[in-house]
Nanobody
Framework: QVHLVESGGELVQPGGSLRLSCAAS????????MGWYRQAPGKQRELVAT???????NYADFVKGRFTISRDNAENTVFLQMNSLKSEDSAMYYC?????????????????WGKGTLVTVSS
């Protein structure tokens, strides 16, 4: 009923930049908090950044000053601008969102994940 689809991941050299996008689709009534998480091989999934529907942001310490999260509420889309990329930023990046959707005339709330987009930082 509701889906998140990420895009933008690719191979990039150290010091380079990427912009990830994540679009929510379906019978959406509203989208509350949206965020990006990442998981490297052999490691646990970790928070990268979140943003409320009013634009309040929160970042993990390891990305402060390098990554910027933003969103387009009209398009139910969240972005992650990643600059000064390091090899340790290599991971699968996942989008997460708290979504309210309509099923008939009933409103439901759900927390959903996308399937991820792969970022590889390597020379």
């Amino acid at each position: 009923q509701v889906h998140l689809v990420e895009s933008g991941g690719e191979l990039v050299q150290p010091g380079g930049s990427l912009r990830l996008s994540c679009a929510a689709s379906g019978n959406i009534f509203s989208v509350n908090d949206m965020g990006w998480y990442r998981q490297a091989p052999g490691k646990q999934r970790e928070l990268v950044a979140t943003i409320t529907n009013r634009g309040v942001t929160n970042y993990a310490d390891f990305v402060k000053g390098r990554f910027t999260i933003s969103r387009d509420n009209a398009e139910n889309t969240v972005f992650l601008q990643m600059n000064s990329l390091k090899s340790e930023d290599s991971a699968m990046y996942y989008c997460n969102a708290d979504v309210n959707y309509l099923n008939g005339d009933q409103l439901h709330g759900i927390n959903i994940w996308g399937k991820g987009t792969l970022v590889t930082v390597s020379s």
